[in-house]
């Protein structure tokens, strides 16, 4: 979860208004948010490919993860999953928020505030906690299944937003292990236009990298976000190219 660490400076190409696009709209069948949607997520440093396809309703139906295949089948009050070899799990919704992550070894809780975002997560008995500021992610701190603390971000920004939402934020909370995330953050409360200029680790375990990164950004014409350079200092660690459709 915490083995990124990361202290960002925001490199904008161009003004993007911090607002939603004229063509994202709520959809009541599901809650999903309409407009462009990613398609691809490529991390060139872990040689990882996320791809995403979507129904005519803009409902993930398929993802992949390089070789690794999950479908998505919806209903009114869950999304199931089946992975490559055929493990089904699924998805339990309540007002178009996921509640819990449904699976034959136990299950994952998500919690939220009163403004539909993620506020609390209970991975594989560990807890994630999260503070916003509106509709900046300020905090992240982890603790273990003993309820000791692992690690603290701390993020802040420079006031540069994109047309779309932040896939980076989705992967500082979940970091890969909930794929459809990144397709719907809002049914996460992760959705987020604000672009992190900061984030700052604190940690006293001796596994969880602590440092700096700075990171770049690039867009399309319509404020899009297409690429995420991550530094530190000079060095270049991490870059995420993305596809929207």
């Known amino acids: 979860m915490f083995g990124k660490l990361v ?21 009541p069948n599901g ?13 060139e440093q872990e040689d990882l490919t996320l791809t995403f396809d979507y129904d005519s309703e803009g409902k993930l139906v398929m993802a992949s993860e ?22 089904l799990r699924s998805y339990e ?4 928020l996921v509640q819990k ?3 034959n070894d136990g299950s994952d809780y998500f919690y939220y505030n009163s403004a539909r975002q993620l ?16 509709d900046k992610l300020t905090s992240v701190t982890s603790y273990d299944e003993d309820n000791s603390l692992e690690a603290k971000q701390t993020i802040t920004y420079g006031g540069c937003c994109n047309a779309g939402y932040n896939p980076l934020i989705v ?22 236009t604000q672009l992190p200029s900061s984030i700052t680790t604190e940690s006293d375990e001796v596994w969880i990298e602590t440092g700096t990164r700075n990171y770049e950004y ?3 014409e319509a404020g899009y976000i297409t690429k995420i350079v991550g530094k530190v200092e000079s060095e270049i660690v991490e870059t995420w190219t993305i596809t929207w459709e």
């Open 7 to 27: 202290l960002a400076v925001l490199v904008c190409t161009g003004f993007v208004a911090c607002s939603s696009d004229d063509d994202e709209t709520t959809n």
């Open 31 to 43: 809650g999903v948010i309409g407009g462009k949607k990613i398609t691809m997520l490529v991390h």
């Open 66 to 87: 390089n070789d690794r295949k999950l479908n998505y089948t919806w209903s009114d009050d869950a999304i199931d999953y089946t992975i490559n070899w055929g493990k």
């Open 93 to 96: 919704l309540k007002n178009n």
């Open 101 to 103: 992550d449904m699976a």
């Open 119 to 134: 506020k609390k997560w209970s991975p594989d008995g560990d807890l994630i906690s999260l503070t916003w500021d509106g």
């Open 171 to 192: 992967d500082i909370v979940c970091e890969g292990s909930d794929i459809i995330a990144y397709a719907h953050p809002e049914l996460f409360g992760l959705r987020s």
């Open 218 to 220: 690039e867009f399309d």
